[in-house]
């Protein structure tokens, strides 16, 4: 397995923090403004609403807690299925999924958000296998994985690229996280990728 490529420390916590307040700044700029109008207008749907975008933030922080955090206890992927981007167009499925060691669930919960860019009008994510080899499926319209995906998982150059740009951080972060476990990710299809051990055989 190649080495983890070179990476300059700095570049790549300033391209996460671009992304993640990428992926909260709508949602938290649309809180701001429901709440300014609940308070101004006593408006009782407008405050309502600005609970279940709350909520929506919420989700979204404990899914990249989850996913890209460090130490804590991670909950299960299926838990976290609300925080993913376009959320309500996405249904996960993990009823084959026998996984829980921590390295596991924090990489599951990584490739859940690089399987929500790969479902563009929204589908289904499945999950199954175990610790020692598990599988990502994703099936919907125009499904296929992000082209990065393969290209990051053949390429030094293109790993390092994808660090520097939140487009494709996510994609990076998933790809970091199996080498630093010695794990290999698998595109056996455009919608379907393996998660093994090293020494682990199919």
């Given at each position: 397995?190649?080495?983890?490529?070179?990476?300059?420390?700095?570049?790549?916590?300033?391209?996460i923090?671009?992304?993640?307040?990428?992926?909260l700044?709508s949602?938290?700029?649309?809180?701001?403004?429901?709440?300014?109008?609940?308070?101004?207008?006593?408006?009782?749907?407008?405050?309502?609403l600005?609970m279940?975008?709350?909520?929506?933030?919420?989700a979204?922080?404990?899914?990249l807690?989850?996913a890209?955090?460090?130490?804590g206890?991670?909950p299960?992927?299926e838990?976290?299925?609300g925080?993913?981007p376009?959320?309500?167009?996405l249904?996960l499925?993990?009823?084959?999924w026998?996984?829980?060691?921590p390295?596991?669930?924090?990489?599951?919960?990584?490739?859940?958000l690089?399987a929500?860019?790969?479902?563009p009008?929204g589908?289904?994510?499945?999950?199954?296998?175990?610790d020692?080899?598990?599988?990502?499926?994703?099936a919907g319209?125009?499904a296929?994985?992000p082209?990065?995906l393969?290209?990051?998982?053949?390429?030094?150059?293109?790993l390092?690229?994808a660090?520097?740009?939140p487009?494709?951080?996510?994609?990076?972060?998933?790809?970091?996280?199996?080498?630093?476990?010695?794990r290999?990710?698998?595109?056996?299809?455009?919608?379907?990728?393996?998660?093994r051990q090293?020494?682990v055989?199919?």
């Open positions: 397995m190649p080495t983890v490529p070179p990476l300059d420390a700095l570049t790549l916590a300033g391209t923090c671009a992304r993640l307040c990428h992926d700044a949602a938290v700029g649309a809180l701001t403004g429901t709440l300014e109008l609940a308070v101004e207008e006593n408006d009782r749907e407008a405050l309502e600005a279940a975008l709350s909520k929506e933030v919420a979204r922080l404990r899914l807690r989850a890209w955090g460090a130490g206890d991670i299960a992927p838990t976290l299925c925080g993913l376009g959320a309500e167009r249904h499925e993990a009823t084959a026998e996984a829980n060691a390295a596991s669930l924090r990489l599951s919960c990584s490739l859940l690089v929500a860019a790969g479902l009008r589908g289904t994510i499945k999950l199954s296998g175990t020692q080899l598990f599988r990502v499926e994703i319209q125009r296929a994985w082209a990065p393969a290209e990051c998982l053949h390429s030094e150059d293109a390092v690229a660090c520097k740009t487009r494709s951080v996510a994609i990076a972060l998933a790809c970091l996280h199996a080498r630093a476990q010695d290999i990710i698998l595109l056996d299809s455009t919608t379907h990728l393996s998660v090293e020494d055989l199919f």
